[in-house]
């Protein structure tokens, strides 16, 4: 049994932790694919490597109460062998919906807590988040 292919314009909805709160994450975010060898109705395939939108490549600022000045961090998104075609495009496999899948946001400037002493950084330097694609394709799966 395949899976629905994911592609351009398809969605990555990342869950981040709570009361870690990453506000360019919140809502999910459009894919981009390469994958121009074949089309489902008429945009490109997602491949591998598509799963990171460029919107979210750059440092990105949080927050998690207490700690309520923002700081920075990146995404690394890690995909699980159910979100892979077998199949391959351009030496790349394709991105299927599958399960849902991890990231880790990874902080490289805590989230700082204001206090009459000074401020207090956000220990947590890695918050594991949960990913899941959100497809319109319901007909063009992979074989």
């Not at 074949?38 to 998690?64: N, R």
């Amino acid at each position: 049994m395949g899976d629905f292919i994911i592609k351009t314009n398809d969605m990555i909805q990342i869950t981040v932790p709570p009361p870690a709160l990453v506000p360019m994450i919140t809502a999910p975010v459009p894919l981009i694919g390469t994958g121009t060898t074949v089309m489902i109705g008429g945009v490109p395939v997602c491949l591998m490597g598509d799963e990171m939108p460029p919107s979210l490549m750059a440092p990105m600022p949080y927050t998690a109460p207490p700690f309520v000045t923002p700081g920075m961090g990146t995404l690394t998104i890690i995909l699980k062998p159910d979100n892979l075609s077998k199949k391959t495009m351009q030496g790349k496999s394709m991105l299927l919906k599958g399960t849902t899948f991890d990231a880790m946001f990874n902080v490289s400037a805590p989230a700082m807590q204001p206090t009459p002493a000074g401020p207090v950084p956000d220990p947590l330097m890695v918050k594991k988040c949960t990913c899941m694609f959100i497809t319109t394709n319901v007909n063009t799966q992979s074989g």
